[in-house]
């Protein structure tokens, strides 16, 4: 059936340095990719998107790479802080039946250490 | 300030107990969905608006009833809750279908 796989689940990096998170998906339809920061007790947030028509895009400290041939997107963060550390959930979507269907990713945990 | 609310936070109820969590966003978004997370599953669609009077199943449907009477509020209602309903549940608003959603700080419901 269709899913994303979410690679690593938990991630510990040091303060300044990079993280990566992984995402491949299924079902190739899919056009839209999101990524989602959930911090505690609080409900997702977009931080970043990316459309099939594109193969990166960047918004300051955060970039989100598309390989479509390979089915997988990737969410990078440079310079990490403190503040970056929460949840973080990919998901896939595609086109059907006259609406949108999002597939979600499993989630990666992220500490980033002082 | 652009929101989605969701009440209650937190709920403990009973096997059998009607219950509705409300959802209601200020932003004038056509487009409105349930989800619920649960451990190792990340978020499950349950049903979503594509406008008001328009609604359909997501992918975990059963169980939930939803209605879109007014634009601004799309309520979950649980007829019978079971304790495999027990999850966080959250509801997101988006301008249209394959834009990006805003979500509240979702229900912890709990069915004893």
């Known amino acids: 059936g269709e899913n994303v796989e979410q690679h690593p689940s938990t991630l510990s990096v040091q303060e300044g340095d990079s993280a990566v998170i992984k995402c491949t998906y299924s079902d190739s339809a899919s056009n839209y990719f999101p990524w989602y920061k959930q911090e505690l007790g609080k409900g997702p947030q977009l931080i970043i998107d990316?459309?099939?028509?594109?193969g990166e895009k960047k918004d300051q400290r955060i970039a989100v790479t598309l390989n479509k041939t390979a089915k997988h997107f990737s969410l990078h963060i440079t310079e990490t802080q403190p503040e970056d550390s929460a949840v973080y959930f990919c998901a896939a979507a595609k086109p059907t039946s006259g609406t949108y269907k999002y597939i979600f990713g499993t989630g990666t945990r992220l500490k980033v250490l002082a | 300030e652009a929101q989605v609310t969701q009440n209650p936070r937190y709920l403990i109820t009973v096997t059998g107990k009607k219950l509705t969590v409300t959802c209601s966003q200020n932003m004038n978004h056509e487009y409105m969905s349930w989800y619920r997370q649960d451990p190792g599953l990340g978020l499950r669609q349950i049903y979503y608006s594509m406008n008001v009077e328009v609604t359909d199943k997501g992918d975990v449907p059963e169980g939930y009833k939803v209605s879109r009477k007014e634009k601004r509020n799309f309520p979950l209602i649980l007829e019978s809750p079971s304790p495999n309903q027990t999850s966080l549940y959250f509801c997101a608003s988006s301008w249209d279908r394959n834009q990006p959603q805003h979500f509240g700080d979702g229900t912890r419901l709990s069915i004893l």
């Open positions: 990316i459309r099939s028509n594109v």
